[in-house]
């Protein structure tokens, strides 16, 4: 009983500290895993420049990262433009969600399932970096494709196929475009065969930031939606993702972060009760230590807590132990029958020897010394007696 109630309050922290941990990972929102052309994404392959220029245009940018998200911030039918990065990443469902939706949508880097979806039966193929000699131009009459040039768009996907009646295809790479631009539902559907043009890195190179600005409107509200691949593994990302993209562990994150507070608190527990262990021991020393050492060793410990009273105790209790039997006297005899005996053996009156003995503690170290100097005269003067 004695060893479970020591461990009570020890095993009581650690699962107070495991509760907290599991209360902050369920509570705590969860770090993203796709950050591929996420407008907060400050790196080469996020699309932080192509937010802040939006912004600078006086559009408001919304980013979402799940389709409700999306969906709530739209406005009325009109005011919104929907920018979905990589969404093969959605399921098939959450897609023909979005493409119900009442608002102009633009998907970028869309690939097969994206396509079959917005419109069954186009062919996607995809093309590689190489493919391409110099960026291609618009060949289309869309305006926003034309006022921006040329752009680069490898990698990343073309169409063809059953391409929706009315379809403006622009960008042709081997003959298939890379941009398609349709109506839906009443709403415009723009598709875009490759990420790259949003990209950080890329987005000041050859017409990329005008197609993009130009394919949104500037009346409109931008919700963009950068998808979270599913668990517990991800789609292939997007052309064009490179090392930007990422896939996410079996075990979030907030996992780890619980595992390093158990591990802090059981080191905290162990240094808490290794001063714990019962009570000290007495035990004979291996070596044999000088009297004079020990006598320096409890001499330093009294100065250092200022003891003065405890030191001079223990100089009067150590005469007396060696001068009582020589006066024929039993220890612990009391101060009334020793002052005199002593006083009777020394040159000192009776009262220098009651005040020596019995007095009061030593106010100063140099009144300690003293005392000492005295006590062992007075030691002398009885035993040669």
Not at 203 to 214: D, I, R
Not at 264 to 274: G, I, N, P, T
């Amino acid at each position: 009983m004695t060893t479970w109630r020591r461990w009570v309050l020890p095993l009581g922290l650690v699962a107070l500290v495991a509760l907290g941990a599991v209360a902050i990972v369920l509570l705590a929102p969860p770090a993203k895993t796709n950050t591929y052309l996420d407008p907060a994404g400050s790196g080469p392959f996020g699309a932080s420049a192509l937010s802040d220029l939006l912004g600078e245009r006086g559009q408001q940018v919304v980013k979402a990262y799940s389709v409700d998200q999306a969906l709530g911030s739209l406005g009325p039918p009109g005011s919104s433009t929907l920018l979905v990065t990589s969404p093969d990443l959605l399921s098939r469902g959450e897609r023909t969600t979005l493409a119900r939706a009442h608002a102009d949508i633009v998907l970028v880097a869309a690939g097969p399932a994206t396509a079959q979806t917005v419109a069954p039966g186009l062919s996607v193929k995809t093309y590689e970096p190489f493919t391409l000699h110099r960026p291609p131009l618009p060949r289309c009459a869309l305006t926003a494709a034309r006022l921006a040039g040329s752009a680069d768009l490898s990698p990343g996907y073309t169409y063809a196929g059953a391409v929706p009646a009315g379809a403006i295809a622009c960008y042709p790479v081997n003959g298939r475009p890379a941009l398609l631009r349709f109506t839906a539902g009443g709403q415009f559907v723009t598709v875009l065969g490759s990420g790259q043009p949003l990209t950080n890195i890329a987005l000041a190179v050859h017409g990329n930031a005008a197609l993009l600005l130009n394919l949104v409107p500037e009346h409109q509200r931008v919700v963009w939606l950068t998808p979270e691949p599913p668990l517990p593994a991800a789609l292939p990302a997007a052309p064009g993702a490179g090392s930007g993209g990422s896939r996410p562990g079996l075990l979030p994150r907030g996992v780890y972060l619980l595992l390093w507070e158990l591990v802090v608190a059981v080191a905290l527990a162990a240094v808490w009760r290794a001063h714990r262990f019962g009570p000290l021991i007495a035990e004979q020393l291996p070596v044999v230590v000088r009297a004079s050492e020990t006598v320096e060793g409890h001499a330093r410990l009294y100065q250092a807590r200022r003891s003065r009273g405890r030191a001079a105790a223990a100089l009067r209790d150590a005469m007396l132990a060696r001068v009582l039997p020589a006066l024929s006297m039993a220890a612990g005899s009391p101060p009334d029958a020793v002052a005199p005996a002593v006083a009777s053996r020394s040159r000192r009156s009776e009262p220098e020897v009651r005040l020596m003995i019995y007095g009061p503690a030593p106010a100063t170290d140099a009144e300690l010394v003293q005392l000492a100097d005295n006590l062992d005269e007075l030691e002398k003067e009885v035993r040669s007696l």
